[in-house]
């Protein structure tokens, strides 16, 4: 049976649902960067950093599909959608990918076994290494904030057929405020959005995820 957008959009909150569990139950809190070195060699956090990863791949399937179904109606938010959205993937997969493999399987083994002068290197880099994800959050989010935008606009014209059609557009448009959120918190000084990046995050993200 071939994937389709709402089997994806399960997958994601399946997903989403099990980092929430694991952060809150599982994957102790962190006081600092040396116990985020230690946080990866968890067993179950590395479960979760797979299954984000996963599913963050797949979300290329619903994008290309409303793309082409909208593309008749909305052809340029449709394809700013599409691309935007690969934007968004490639962004994601590229600071994961190094955060899972570069990070969690050499860089943490290392400083967990090692003396305290090469433990002190070690964290520098890890140091190093978080601020430039922070960067790099900027344009990741960014393009998944156009990427929402463009699909809010595109499938805008289905909210006259009633029922659930109008359910799309508003999760779009809802995640779209969600990220614009995080960059004002994150990039622009807006502490007072913290609480809607933190601790309001799952619930947030599980409403835009199942409402799509």
Known sequence: MALQPCHVECIGVAAQTFQALAYWFCIPA???????????????DKV??????G??????VPFVVIALRYFKVAPLASVLGV?????????????RSI????????????????????????????IVWNEMAHGWYFPLMLSYLLASCA?????????????????APIAYILNALRLLGRILSTFAGQRWLDSFN????????FVINGSC
């Open 30 to 44: 962190s006081q600092g960067p040396q116990d985020d070195l230690h946080i990866y060699l968890v067993p179950i």
């Open 48 to 53: 979760r950093a797979i299954l984000i990863m």
């Open 55 to 60: 599913t963050i791949v797949v979300l290329l």
């Open 99 to 126: 955060d899972f493999f570069v990070i969690g399987a050499h860089l943490a083994p290392q400083f967990a076994a090692a003396s305290t002068p090469e433990r002190d290197m070690l964290l520098q880099r890890f």
């Open 83 to 95: 691309i935007f959205g690969a934007a968004f993937i490639g962004f994601e997969l590229s600071h």
């Open 151 to 167: 699909f809010a606009v595109a499938t805008w014209t289905d909210r006259l057929k009633g029922h659930w059609y109008y359910l």
């Open 198 to 205: 933190d601790q309001l995050y799952f619930p947030i993200v």
